[in-house]
C-alpha cells in the first residue's frame, strides 16, 4: 500500500508560476512511473505529466512548454514546475503512481489551484 501526499497549491494569477509537489510513502519500485492528472470543476480527471524513473517524461498537450515534471528517486517525490499559468488550469492536482508489479495506480487526495487576477 502506497500514500501520496501533495503540497503546494494555491491562489495565483494569470502568467504566474507555482510548484507542486508529491511526497509518496510504503512500497515504491523503481519501475513505478509517478505523475500528476488534474480535474477541472464539471470536468473529468485527466493526465498532465508521467516521469519514469529513468527521466522519461510525457506530458499532455495543453501544458506542454509550460509544465516541467521532475522527480527525486531516492525520497520518493515528484514535482511538477508550472509556468505561465493560465485560467483554464484551474483545477485539482493529483499526485499519480502506478505500479506495473501490481497493475495498480493510486492517486493522492489533491491539492487545487486556482488561476484567477
Known amino acids: 500500500q502506497v500514500q501520496l501526499v501533495e503540497s503546494g497549491g494555491g491562489l495565483v494569477q494569470p502568467g504566474k508560476s507555482l510548484r507542486l509537489s508529491c511526497a509518496a510513502s510504503?512500497?515504491?519500485?523503481?519501475?513505478?512511473?509517478m505523475g500528476w492528472h488534474r480535474q477541472a470543476p464539471g470536468k473529468e480527471r485527466e493526465l498532465v505529466a508521467t516521469?519514469?524513473?529513468?527521466?522519461?517524461?510525457n506530458y499532455a498537450d495543453s501544458v506542454k512548454g509550460r509544465f516541467t515534471i521532475s522527480r527525486d528517486n531516492v525520497k520518493n517525490m515528484v514535482d511538477l514546475q508550472m509556468t505561465s499559468l493560465k485560467p483554464e488550469d484551474t483545477a485539482i492536482y493529483y499526485c499519480?503512481?502506478?505500479?506495473?508489479?501490481?497493475?495498480?495506480?493510486?492517486w493522492g487526495k489533491g491539492t487545487l489551484v486556482t488561476v484567477s487576477s
Open positions: 499519480y503512481l502506478y505500479q506495473p508489479r501490481y497493475g495498480m495506480a493510486s
Open positions: 510504503g512500497s515504491i519500485f523503481s519501475i513505478d512511473v
Open positions: 516521469i519514469t524513473s529513468g527521466g522519461v517524461t
